[in-house]
């Protein structure tokens, strides 16, 4: 592991345009090392075209990226090899057999991990003499990340590293990545699995219409709390506790209204909710206090922003 850095990524007013159309607008964040980001956003966000600046695979319009301490365009080939890549498709060759594929990108770097050790990690080892292509998704995306982490990456990116697995092959990614962190690593990650990045996100950066709309820890952005009403007249409940609970916002999830606010909701909300309820003879509800969770969040932020 080389020198670590207290941000081991650092992106300031990113902007990248194709013709007049503006994908990346004034983005600005960093990650510290040993930390795992995972970086939210509908499909269009701008977050792909974010990560790949980040990993050299495109040129800013404007901004600076700075990886490891230096700086991603001018000093990209000193901090190539210290940074790991796992791309969504995988980039593979399909013809080439998966441990050949494996060992020769491992020759490519002075302090390889073991292979040997890769292949039993991600439960490949029976796969090492079948072609890329004969392999499945999930294999193929397992393949992907040993590639990703053979070099002993300082910094690893990961673009949607379980699509494709199984759930227990989902399970040791996960503790791949939390280990990776807890040894020093730090890990960018984007996902659509809002329990992946639930279960492993340190930093949470949540992108839409080329914008950064939240950043910062998981537990801060986490720290509120909401009541669940299970009705089947949800709307009509919903009606009834907006006009009656001013402060309150709501949204219905099939037979479920959330009611949320900036703050968390209390005990004494509760009690609030349950007395108009009462009041207006709606009795068959089950009326709950409930942690909001991430998906919570990035709802109400890419509905409302």
């Not at 060759?93 to 594929?101: F, R, S, W």
């Not at 009509?236 to 506790?241: A, G, K, R, V």
């Not at 909710?273 to 409930?290: E, F, K, P, Q």
């Amino acid at each position: 592991m080389g020198v670590m850095f207290t941000h081991a990524l650092e992106v300031k007013n990113l902007v990248m345009t194709y013709g007049d159309r503006t994908v990346v607008d004034d983005v600005s964040f960093s990650v510290e090392s040993g930390r795992i980001a995972v970086i939210l956003g509908p499909n269009g966000a701008g977050k792909t075209t974010t990560v790949e600046s980040c990993e050299g695979l495109r040129t800013p319009t404007s901004g600076t990226i700075t990886v490891l301490g230096r700086d991603r365009v001018s000093e990209d080939a000193e901090i190539r090899e210290r940074v790991g890549v796992m791309l969504q498709d995988g980039g593979l060759p399909q013809a080439v057999k998966a441990g050949t594929v494996l060992t020769h990108i491992s020759r490519l770097h002075r302090n390889p991990r073991s292979v040997d050790e890769l292949l039993d990690l991600l439960a490949l080892r029976e796969h090492a003499n079948t072609k890329v292509r004969h392999l499945s998704g999930g294999q193929r995306q397992r393949l992907s990340l040993a590639c990703a982490l053979v070099g002993n990456p300082e910094l690893v990116f990961l673009d949607e590293p379980s699509a494709g697995m199984d759930p227990a092959s989902r399970r040791t990614m996960h503790a791949i990545v939390r280990d990776l962190a807890d040894s020093g690593t730090t890990v960018v990650l984007t996902t659509h699995q809002m329990d992946e990045a639930e279960a492993l996100a340190d930093q949470v950066i949540v992108m839409r219409g080329g914008h950064i709309i939240a950043d910062g820890p998981a537990d801060g952005l986490l720290g509120g709390r909401s009541i669940w009403i299970e009705s089947d007249s949800a709307a009509q409940i919903e009606s009834l506790l907006t006009g009656a609970l001013p402060g309150f916002r709501s949204r219905i999830r099939d037979s479920y209204l959330e009611m949320y606010r900036d703050g968390a909701a209390t005990t004494e909300d509760l009690g609030r909710v349950a007395a108009v309820l009462t009041d207006h003879g709606i009795l068959d509800v089950s009326v709950a206090l409930r942690a909001r969770s991430l998906e919570d969040l990035y709802f109400d932020l890419v509905e409302t922003v």
